[in-house]
């Protein structure tokens, strides 16, 4: 089988990838330690430990949550914590479990300063940008 003069190749693709669709400001990091100070007895934060910034882009992966309307008259959400795709060029760190995630800024500002948790990375031996698959709860999030 020949190739054909101009195919695209995986580095070209990739290029245009990170050219076009990788235009959010992410940062992947290790949350700092929290302990107590025990004269004060106030939890003190170590700083977070910043493993990477570069470009990519955030992606949700699941249905939004569903609001049922109970006789009580109140809204109850139903669904699972939201699952989201991280794309990053190929050169990023691979990402595990005990990292985080945060959009520096964006396209959307909403997402600006958000958290998500890793839940895994893709591997391929074809790859044109890496995928890491991320969990949201409001819980890290204030509430929201």
Do not use: C, F
């Not at 992606?59 to 669904?79: E, F």
């Amino acid at each position: 089988m020949s190739v054909p003069t101009g195919a695209l190749t995986l580095g070209t693709v990739s290029a245009i990838v990170e050219a076009k669709v990788l235009v959010d400001k992410v940062r992947l990091y290790i949350p700092g330690a929290v302990h107590v100070d025990p004269e004060t007895m106030k939890e003190i934060h170590d700083p977070d430990v910043v493993l990477w910034e570069g470009l990519g882009a955030l992606l949700p992966d699941r249905n939004p949550d569903i609001a049922l309307h109970l006789a009580d008259q109140q809204y109850t959400s139903v669904g699972a914590a939201g699952r989201y795709k991280l794309l990053t060029p190929v050169s990023a760190p691979t990402a595990t479990p005990q990292h985080r995630v945060t959009v520096l800024s964006g396209r959307d500002p909403d997402a600006t300063g958000r958290i998500w948790t890793v839940l895994g990375v893709e591997r391929s031996s074809h790859p044109v940008v890496r995928t890491t698959w991320l969990g949201y709860e409001t819980t890290n999030n204030g509430g929201s």
